[in-house]
């Protein structure tokens, strides 16, 4: 199967403050097997880690993670190979049990589907573009079980500056040449992990929440859909921030698999029931990650909700 990346909307842009000068411009470059974004001052405010560093932590194979992301403030809102889950990363989709030519566990747990020799490979970062006010790449990823080619992944990326928040907007492209089934469970997807460091408190579209944490091994004790959930995040010396995840409408159904004890906010299409992406049927999926600077604001989570939802 050939796969173009030409057909969808995939710019990562970045806002910066009329009447800026030449000089006031986010950049956008390769280093250390990374996309780098970096803000007028030098500071790297995105990083798309498309190969593993060579010193790592983590437990998984697989790079293809989003780290670190954070505020205009400068707090970073994500985590990478914690000491309770080292196979976390940052902002990334990985699947628990897939189900096709070969079984794989991508997420990296290793108890459904054998994890070795499960790797998510880049195949290609192109069409940087940097100026005053955007900047952008495309990424092709090959997800292969031993060898074998399971799904043809395309990503899209755009971060927009909004006052006191960076909005990240992913679209995902999944294409499979044989059927892919990605089995049942309370956890897997997209995930955002976030730092243990300091307080948490859950908030939903209508104000805090305080449902039980959700058991992993039971999709029905997952949250219920909403438009979005998010955490704030104190840190010891009292500052604050929020890291939220909105889904979009056309996204499969889901529940949220949200696990405020681990900092875990994962809308999964696959609490509901398995999901197959079919040979020729391109399975697309699109999310908005928010990190703030100060407590989640639900209005204002609301209002980021609705433009998502017209995009």
């Excluded at 979005?228 to 929020?242: I, M, P, Q, V």
Aim: hydrophobic share 40%; aromatic share 10%; with cysteine.
């Amino acid at each position: 199967m050939k796969l173009s990346l030409f057909g969808f909307a995939w710019v990562l842009v970045v806002l910066v403050a009329p009447g800026a000068g030449a000089s006031d411009r986010f950049s956008i470059g390769l280093e250390g097997g990374a996309v780098a974004v970096t803000n007028p001052s030098g500071q790297v405010v995105l990083r798309y880690q498309y190969k593993l560093p060579e010193e790592t932590k983590l437990s998984v194979e697989s790079a293809g993670y989003f780290h670190p992301f954070a505020t205009p403030g400068g707090m970073i809102v994500t985590d990478v190979a914690p000491a309770d889950h080292p196979h976390h990363r940052g902002i990334f989709l990985a699947w628990v049990e897939l189900r096709g030519q070969k079984d794989g566990d991508f997420w990296g747990w290793g108890e459904p589907a054998p994890k070795h020799n499960r790797k998510i490979v880049n195949r290609g970062v192109s069409h940087l573009v940097g100026r005053r006010d955007q900047a952008g790449f495309r990424v092709r990823n090959d997800w292969l079980a031993e060898g074998v080619v399971l799904l043809r992944e395309e990503l899209a990326a755009t971060i927009l500056l909004r006052s006191n928040a960076h909005v990240l907007d992913l679209e995902y492209t999944f294409a499979a040449e044989t059927d892919v089934t990605l089995a049942r469970w309370a956890f897997s997807g997209f995930c955002v992990r976030a730092p243990k460091d300091g307080q948490v408190q859950a908030v939903g579209p209508t104000g805090a929440v305080k449902l039980p944490a959700p058991s992993h091994l039971k999709p029905e004790s997952d949250w219920p859909a909403a438009p979005w959930y998010a955490y704030t995040l104190r840190s010891e010396n009292g500052r604050a921030a929020c890291v939220a995840v909105i889904d979009h409408p056309r996204n499969p159904p889901t529940l949220w698999h949200n696990h405020p004890d681990l900092r875990m906010l994962n809308p999964c299409i696959v609490a509901p029931g398995p999901v197959t992406v079919r040979a020729g049927q391109p399975l697309v999926l699109r999310y908005r990650v928010v990190a703030a600077d100060g407590p989640t604001s639900p209005e204002g989570l609301n209002g980021l909700a609705r433009e998502w939802r017209g995009s």
